[in-house]
Nanobody
Framework: QVQLVEAGGGWVQAGGSLRLSCAASGFFFASNAMGWYRQAPGSQRELVASISSFASTNYADSVKGRFTISRDNGKNTVYLQMNSLKPEDTAVYYC????????????WGQGTHVTVSS
């Protein structure tokens, strides 16, 4: 049974930082790419960062230069370091295994809320 448990969200002022974590279980973590997604109120869920099994990374233009995705295969955990946060980063953040042509492989976890105030 696949489980994705996100943590680390909270409230922060614009310009601040947060570090999110996602503990994964139920699949072979090390051999899978991982992604961080977010969904703002009234918007569709979007992929903001991904990391391959070889640790190569990709970022949405909106977060490039501010967010850093990393992984620890020994802990089956993926991280998202978010710096220089903006109010438009306010959303619920989720992790999952990205599919090559869009979408995600598994059911969504509960997510972690990030609120950035101006």
């Amino acid at each position: 049974q696949v489980q994705l448990v996100e943590a680390g969200g909270g409230w922060v002022q614009a310009g601040g930082s947060l570090r999110l974590s996602c503990a994964a279980s139920g699949f072979f973590f090390a051999s899978n790419a991982m992604g961080w997604y977010r969904q703002a109120p009234g918007s569709q869920r979007e992929l903001v960062a991904s990391i391959s099994s070889f640790a190569s990374t990709n970022y949405a233009d909106s977060v490039k230069g501010r967010f850093t995705i990393s992984r620890d295969n020994g802990k089956n955990t993926v991280y998202l370091q978010m710096n220089s946060l903006k109010p438009e980063d306010t959303a619920v953040y989720y992790c999952n295994v990205p599919r090559p042509y869009g979408g995600a492989a598994y059911s969504w976890g509960q997510g972690t809320h990030v609120t950035v105030s101006s």
